[in-house]
């Protein structure tokens, strides 16, 4: 379980990302954006495949399983750029981000899962932390004039979450599935981009390479890593460690030039850290308890 929890974690680190090769894309619109990158995700799928790198395709898929996977993949990302369209960047992104506290939450209801007040106390830590990089401009003013933009936030993670623990009922599922996940979430996204968007393609080398980076991990890859590790690893870790996404990707930024290091995010790195290793306490400890039987063996 160790290693799935590890594995999904790196999902985490790849959407730390997601900021970076955005802004280098250039203009490409949001939409247009992520049917290119889904595209490239679900290109990476299939040359998986050909190298025999994913399992064959054999058992029949449950509907459900279909529902669940193209519509956490595209529905996340509709909601999203909605939340955006509709309501200021530093609220939209903190509702969305609470994403990670309904999967602590919602593990509770799981087979097979318990809740514990350290999975509920890191996943708080890790939003508090959150607070600090998310409302680093002063301060949250939510105004209900932007009501309808901070309902799509709150579907956003509404949805992932739905998403993340749902996909844990199909552990019979292969990963690889999600390949079908991604070209159907790159289809949906370039029929609203048709509908709602201005066709701009990427300049330069530079914002071309920064397109084929979004899809091959932050909007890709990433996707088979938290597939393979909420359906088999610890799910309450995964919830909570995955705060860690705003506070490495401000960390990206600012190693690029595209943010300052202050005070925020000292303690937001504190404040996740600490969260993340709290919420994890028992799957250390076990880690710890093995490696003494082990030494003693």
Known sequence: MGRATLIGFS???????????????GR????????????????????????????????????????????????????????????PAVEASLIAYLWPLLIVLGSALMPGERLGWHHVVGALMGLAGTVLIVAKGGGLGFDARYGFGYAMAALCALTWSSYSLLSRRFPAVPTSVV????????????????????????EGVGQWLAVAGLGLMPV??????????????????????SYAAPLLST????????????????????????????????LLSRRADDAAFGGDA
Not at 11 to 25: G, I, K, R
Not at 220 to 241: E, P
Not at 251 to 271: H, K, S
Request: proline share 5%; net charge positive.
């Open 28 to 87: 490409v619109p949001p939409f247009q954006l992520a049917a290119m990158a889904f595209a490239i995700g679900a290109a990476l799928g299939f040359v998986a495949r050909g190298a025999g790198l994913s399992p064959a395709q054999r058992a029949p898929i449950p509907p459900l399983a279909w529902v669940v996977g193209i519509g956490g993949l595209f529905g996340y990302h509709f909601f999203y750029f909605t939340a955006l369209r509709n309501a």
């Open 220 to 241: 890709g890859g990433a996707f088979y890593a938290w597939d393979h590790g909420v359906k088999r690893g610890n799910i309450q870790v995964l919830g909570a460690a």
């Open 251 to 282: 960390l990206v930024l600012i190693t690029f030039g595209f943010a300052e290091p202050t005070w925020r995010i000292v303690a937001a790195c504190l404040l996740i850290t600490a969260g993340a290793a709290l919420a994890a306490k028992n």
């Open 179 to 202: 390949t079908w996940f991604c070209l159907a979430a790159a289809g949906l996204s370039l029929v609203c981009h048709l509908a709602l968007e201005r066709t701009v393609w990427p």
């Open 11 to 25: 999902a985490v680190v790849m959407w730390a990302l997601l900021a970076l090769f955005t802004d280098a894309s």
